[in-house]
């Protein structure tokens, strides 16, 4: 005769922790131009520029240049890439001209103009990296017509989770073999999954665990085999 028999269930709940935004380079602190001028910042080429107030840039300050003849270099300082890190822009273009770029510049002079803009009002892009791991690179921007809230170097949150689970734990026969099998819908009796291979009781309780983002499933049962 078999028999199901589920003692007790256990539902282990989900847990997720994180932190807060990490910068990558923590004495970047002008990032946003929040001390109202250049510091910080390399600033190539005799143009327009200048640090203003804001009411649309996140921290009420922002970045300009009006330099479309000879153009205007704004560089971050320089920074190792390693795994993971990445870069969070703020910007527009104000005539909404092919002219102004996010950059990324080699430390060997070149430069690459990673995305050129069209945006005539502030969007915040996401730049990957990883293309330069193992470079040391400055990052930022090459115009023409700008308006700049920040440049954010970061690096990814450590976010850490916990998916949940359940834990069967069922009382058995020695010597019988089990199996534990889910199933998304009862009504239409569709294949029970099995989680994972088949047991041999070795004596009268037994634990298994299901991770439920592996084996997503509404019904679980332990079948006698
Ligand atoms: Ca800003």
Redesign the pocket.
């Known amino acids: 005769m078999k028999r199901y028999i589920v003692a007790l269930l256990i539902l282990i709940g989900a847990l997720t922790a994180s932190r807060a935004q990490d910068f990558y380079i923590p004495s970047f602190t002008n990032y946003?131009?929040?001390a109202g001028n250049f510091s910080q910042w390399e600033v190539i080429g005799i143009g327009n520029q200048t640090v203003t107030n804001?009411p649309n840039?996140?921290?009420?300050?922002?970045?300009w240049v009006r330099e479309q003849q000879a153009g205007v270099l704004l560089k971050s300082p320089k920074f190792l890439v390693t795994n993971g890190v990445y870069v969070e822009a703020?910007f527009y273009n104000p005539y909404g001209i092919d002219s102004c770029a996010f950059t990324v510049f080699y430390t060997n002079g070149t430069r690459t103009n990673v995305l050129y803009i069209r945006n005539t009002s502030y969007e915040s892009f996401t730049f990957d990296l990883s293309a330069w791991q193992g470079k040391t690179i400055q990052v930022g921007f090459a115009g023409g017509q700008m308006q700049?809230?920040?440049l954010k170097i970061l690096v990814p949150d450590h976010r850490v989770t916990i998916h949940p689970a359940l834990e069967f734990i069922y009382e058995t026969v020695p010597g019988r073999s089990y199996q534990l099998q889910g199933a998304n819908d009862l009504n239409t009796f569709t294949a029970w999954t099995n989680y994972p291979p088949a047991v041999v009781a070795t004596n009268g309780i037994t634990k298994w665990m299901v991770s439920t983002l592996t084996a997503p499933q509404t019904y679980y049962r332990i079948k006698e085999l």
């Open positions: 946003s131009f929040s804001d840039a996140e921290d009420g300050k922002s970045a703020r700049m809230d920040y």
